[in-house]
């Protein structure tokens, strides 16, 4: 595979710049530049560029709004609704966020559900920002079908990731982001553009046999959920908080509305801080500190989130597929 080596700086600005010539505004462009080239910098890769053809083929569409004006609900002290005016995301995220801090630093607890939106970025961002402030975050969000329920050979489940971020004074959060598929879609795709297999199990073929092809999978397949029946039901409770309790689209709803562009469906997200310091009170950092401790004093064992931490540490130039830099190139 051919790799081209783009700074950080350089990936944000091509991601910008590409949204702008293609209906965003500076408020989105930023955001969902800011996101993606975050994630190439620690190497979230199927959540960074590989995105950029997506979000264009949305705004060309119309189907997401380029100049959203995100707006905050209070639905009560401790509830807040971000309705997202039908744009991307990370727009959304930063209305949203300032204000369940706030709110779980008050009180102890928050809620942050956001609404019409278009989801297409990896979740630890707002859990990590959570972290940052000394909260404890949880989110997860709903996609379009592409998950079949154990037993199923047909999806109704998104890839309903869930992320979980634990702050630490001094050092950085302890944070994890899954799919409660087998594999994340965005990495199925990636497997499958760059030629490689991905293990027995992730997901079947169109006739509903067991695969390690990719591309079987990513065209007319569908993914399995990890772990069987535990995987499904925790997929399943992201549907009816993302969904349900978020007032937003389940995911079958979501396919049924989308205009198959290729860009992120419509959808919402549920997002909970919670504060150790109000909650556990005093030594709530030094009391989880030694539990960390017994788990690192483990021999192969890595705290949630170390990867990606080291790879931040790199401010070196990444090297990303050339074939995807030239079509990026391509939309401008």
Known sequence: MSTTPLTLDEIYQLAKKTLLLN???????????KTVANAERDGSVSHGLFRIPGYVASLKSKKVKGNARPTNHFLTQNAIRTDGDYGFAPTAIQVGIPSLVETANKYGVGVLTITNTHHFAALW???EALAEKNLIGIACTAYMPSVAPTGAIKPLFGTNPISFAWPRKNKTSVVYDMATASM?????QVAARDGHKVPLGTGLNKDGEKTDDPSAIANGGVLLP???HKGSAIAMM??????GLAGDMFSFEAKAIDNADGGPARGGEFIMALSPQL????????????????????EGVRLPGQRRHN???DSGPRHINTALVEKIKSLI
């Not at 030094?286 to 004093?297: K, R």
């Open 23 to 33: 209906g965003c505004d500076e408020i989105n462009a930023e955001a969902v530049s």
């Open 125 to 127: 961002h707002e859990t």
């Open 184 to 188: 994340a879609m965005g990495e199925v």
């Open 226 to 228: 990890f772990g069987g």
């Open 238 to 243: 992201v549907e009816l908080l993302a969904a």
């Open 279 to 298: 909650i556990a009170g005093e030594g709530w950092n030094e009391h989880a500190e030694l539990f960390f401790n017994q788990m690192e004093s483990l």
């Open 311 to 313: 790879n931040r540490k």
